[in-house]
């Protein structure tokens, strides 16, 4: 996420914490680099130029060249103003005094609207709704389809138009059923266009008026930089939109349209779509996001999807299997289950401040040697997985067939699991005093 950017600032920082004593000089220098690195991010250039003169004007105005640590108290500096860009606090949706409330999805064609309509349908079903995700798309028969396997897949119920019906008539009818069927919400994916057109604008201001929505989200690419400001403005100017919703995210997104957006439009953005996943969407955070950019990482994102995703249960069960020295390899792939399930290990590992400076020399995670240990342990018998010291050459041939992996990656992974299975019983021996570190 905004990678090159948080490159570059790592950069102009590591220059600034160099120096003993900051003149005002070297300073300026050092933010002449900020602003060209925010201008090659597709930040808008008069949002670029005020920051930059915020950020100059506070830091001079605090004295912070005087400080004993000038180059920390600059980076404090930027941090500070790069949460009043995005925005000072989170917006979540709005509350409804009735249901259904209706949502309408709107944004350009490839923008991730369908996508996104389901993933907002299964963030609220998180929180106990009971959404109905609309196809509202007519002009393009993939899009309803797209919504309807995407929304079945995962248990949402769709609401699909008969053929030849038209959008506005269509709509009347979705809330009919959303009233009989007990949905609290309904969620229109909208139609969208490869560009910004009368014809598109008319049609929502026309279902606005048929049903009018309790909010508008529009959802923006990510990667697309100033683009996507621009286009926030046309549907401001004509048909205007509550929140924005940043898209593709995990891809190699800019950073442009996240910088520029609150500043330009004055919307906030309300969420960020971060993987393919159904449930990768976050609630946007303008601090975290901040911290994410000048590669301090997002501990209290990291928390939250550690606890959305791993079996309390389960996990003080492993706990206490550590403290008695006694974890299998059945323990073992338990955990490695429980940590893919928050998603790529890269995003996960991208929330620890810190992991830039890792991810920088080379050191990059290997998501499909994870897969392949996953499926060396499955491949093992159950015995095998209780008592690993049983599994001889034979079984290590047998094991690798299965797998689809080599001897030397079976004999790899039993070396590690020996390993902490050593430092357990190490740490036993010691006390409990240092289990916690483990990442179990």
Same mark, same amino acid.
């Given at each position: ?47 670029? %130029? ?32 790069? @949460? ?34 389901? %993933? ?90 048929? &049903? ?32 924005? @919703? ?66 309390? &249960? ?24 429980? @940590? ?35 499926? &060396? ?64």
């Amino acid at each position: 996420m905004f990678e090159e950017l948080s490159s570059r600032l790592e950069s102009v920082f590591k220059k600034l914490r160099g120096y003993g004593k900051l003149s005002e000089q070297n300073m300026r220098d050092a933010l002449r680099e900020v602003r060209r690195a925010l201008l090659e991010a597709d930040v808008n250039y008069k949002v670029a %130029k005020d920051f930059v003169a915020s950020v100059e004007s506070k830091a001079i105005g605090r004295e912070v060249l005087k400080s004993l640590t000038p180059g920390q108290q600059v980076i404090g500096v930027v941090h500070e103003e790069l @949460v009043e860009l995005l925005g000072t606090k989170s917006v979540s949706l709005k509350p409804a005094s009735k249901h259904p409330a209706v949502i309408f999805v709107v944004g350009l064609q490839g923008s991730g609207k369908t996508t996104f309509t389901v %993933k907002l349908a299964v963030h609220l079903r998180k929180k106990g709704a009971n959404p109905l995700v609309v196809a509202a798309d007519l002009k393009r028969p993939a899009a309803v389809e797209q919504l309807r396997v995407l929304a079945e897949s995962v248990g949402v119920r769709p609401f699909i138009p008969d053929k030849e019906e038209s959008v506005l008539d269509a709509a009347p009818r979705a809330i009919e059923q959303a009233i009989d069927g007990g949905h609290d919400w309904v969620i229109f994916d909208t139609a969208g266009r490869m560009h910004v057109d009368d014809d598109l604008m008319n049609e929502l201001v026309q279902l606005k008026e048929k &049903v009018p929505p309790h909010e508008t989200l529009l959802v923006l690419d990510g990667m697309t930089g100033q683009d996507a400001v621009n286009v926030a403005s046309s549907f401001q100017a004509t048909v205007d939109f509550d929140g924005a @919703v940043l898209s593709k995210l995990d891809g190699d997104a800019r950073g442009g349209a996240a910088l520029s957006l609150r500043a330009v439009t004055g919307k906030p953005i309300k969420f960020v779509s971060v993987g393919e996943r159904l449930d990768a969407l976050e609630i946007f955070h303008p601090d975290r996001m901040a911290s994410r950019i000048l590669g301090m990482g997002d501990v209290l994102s990291l928390v939250e999807k550690a606890e959305q995703t791993i079996d309390a &249960v389960r996990a003080q069960e492993i706990e206490k299997r550590l403290r008695a020295a006694d974890f299998t390899l059945e323990d073992f792939l338990d955990q490695l289950k429980e @940590v893919r399930k928050m998603g790529p290990l890269q995003d996960v590992l991208e929330m620890i401040p810190g992991f830039g400076k890792i991810k920088k020399a080379g050191l990059d995670v290997d998501e499909k040697a994870l897969g392949r240990v996953e499926a &060396v342990i499955n491949s093992m018998t159950p015995d095998e997985r209780r008592t690993p010291t049983i599994i001889d050459g034979s079984r290590r041939k047998r094991i690798a067939t299965g797998s689809g992996t080599t001897v030397q990656e079976i004999n790899r992974v039993l070396k590690q699991y020996f390993q902490i299975q050593k430092l357990l019983r190490q740490m036993k021996r010691g006390g409990r005093k240092g289990l916690s570190f483990l990442p179990f």
